[in-house]
């Protein structure tokens, strides 16, 4: 593995933590910029790497270090929320391999962003699902699930997919990648 690669992977984990930190206050679960981040990461890195940074996010958050939204630690396991930020290693190396196409339209960079949310949502959602139905024993449906970690958030995190598009657009020629 290259140092450089290794030293940008870092750096998008690194602005995975500060994503985590620009909240929008809603009910339940903040807003931050960890979507965007992660699509990104995907896109500037490729799937490989842009899955290394999102890993070593985690790694940074499991061993207990503060750099979730809502904190750190090995427990963290057990939140509602932990599946969204599962998702992020996967999500990022979907968006990379999407990528990897010689097409460099805004409509290209938009099905990779949105292939990325959607490993996001169904990963997350799932184990939301798991986690509020066997592990806290409530009985909640699919719909429920639905209605409570994804309708709210659709509408933010799909403006989000398309703002990574563009960006990715942008910078991506500038890096002598797109």
Known sequence: MKVKEWLLA????V??????????????VPMTLQVLIVLLSGFVLGARYGMLSQ??????????????SGGGGIGYIMSPT?????????????????????????????????AGLTVIY?????????NLRFLTNNSIDCYQVLKLGVFPFVAIDALKALGAAL???????LLGRG
Do not use: D, H, Q
Not at 15 to 28: D, E, H, K, N, Q
Not at 167 to 173: D, E, R, Y
């Open 10 to 13: 870092c750096l998008f984990a």
């Open 15 to 28: 602005l995975t933590i500060v994503g985590a930190f620009i909240r929008i206050p809603l009910p339940v």
């Open 55 to 68: 890993v070593i996010y985690l790694l940074l958050g499991l061993s207990g270090l503060p750099v979730f």
């Open 82 to 114: 932990f599946g969204y930020l599962l998702s992020y290693p996967v999500a990022a190396y979907v968006v990379g391999v999407v990528n990897r196409k010689e097409v460099v339209t805004v409509l290209w960079y938009s099905v990779a962003s949105f």
């Open 122 to 130: 169904t990963i997350g959602a799932s184990a939301l699902y798991f």
């Open 167 to 173: 960006l990715a657009k942008k910078l991506l020629p």
